[in-house]
T-cell receptor, first 114, second 110 residues
Framework: EPEVTQTPSHQVTQMGQEVILRCVPI?????FYWYRQILGQKVEFLVS????????KSEIFDDQFSVERPDGSNFTLKIRSTKLEDSAMYFC????????????FGPGTRLTVT | RKEVEQDPGPFNVPEGATVAFNCTYS??????FFWYRQDCRKEPKLLMS???SGNEDGRFTAQLNRASQYISLLIRDSKLSDSATYLC???????????FGKGTKLSVKP
């Protein structure tokens, strides 16, 4: 069964550093998303991406965040200058044109900012 | 009122029991609804979409009441492997922004 993959599984970084989280969505999917989940809290939407541009973003997704699809398979989330409060699990998800709203999630990257 | 509200539980039930989870949502214009399950420190996994007419998938039945803005999930003959947190999810807008509830924790005991 095709699945979303994410690397790395765990990233530790110092406050102020840049991080790039990587995702490979399901191959025939066209819609891509990033969510985050702070420990013990609910899953929160960050951004959706379609046709090489952001289609929607939340208030959390400020100027420190950016997304990119650098090639035909990868989808990345960059945090320019990490803060302590960016520590969370970051999930990538994708959905296909046959069922736009059924999103399939990757295993997540645990980001720890020290 | 929170966008998606669920009873946090935990629900502790014996194997074979029937258990029901409820969820309410605040935006009456919402059109798409889902149940996901999440195991501890894992990703949310899509369990089922929720349709207006109600739908069933094996031991799982989902119902939607638009007038009351209420969604339910029924699990029959619960198994040990059903132990997880069940997330009620509502689509916001048309660009795939999913709004998650905090989840209801289920623990099925032998």
């Amino acid at each position: 069964e095709p699945e979303v993959t994410q690397t790395p599984s765990h990233q530790v970084t110092q406050m102020g550093q840049e991080v790039i989280l990587r995702c490979v969505p399901i191959s025939n999917h066209l819609y891509f998303y990033w969510y985050r989940q702070i420990l013990g809290q609910k899953v929160e939407f960050l951004v959706s991406f379609y046709n090489n541009e952001i289609s929607e973003k939340s208030e959390i997704f400020d100027d420190q965040f950016s997304v990119e699809r650098p090639d035909g398979s990868n989808f990345t989330l960059k945090i320019r200058s990490t803060k302590l409060e960016d520590s969370a699990m970051y999930f990538c998800a994708s959905s296909g044109k046959d069922n736009l709203y059924e999103q399939y999630f990757g295993p997540g990257t645990r980001l720890t900012v020290t | 009122r929170k966008e998606v509200e669920q009873d946090p539980g935990p629900f502790n039930v014996p194997e074979g029991a029937t258990v029901a989870f409820n969820c309410t949502y605040s935006n009456s214009a919402s059109q798409s609804f889902f149940w996901y399950r999440q195991d501890c420190r894992k990703e949310p996994k899509l369990l089922m979409s929720v349709y207006s007419s109600g739908n069933e998938d094996g031991r799982f039945t989902a119902q939607l009441n638009r007038a009351s803005q209420y969604i339910s999930l029924l699990i029959r003959d619960s198994k040990l492997s059903d132990s997880a947190t069940y997330l009620c999810v509502v689509l916001k807008g048309s660009q795939g922004n999913l709004i998650f509830g905090k989840g209801t924790k289920l623990s099925v005991k032998p």
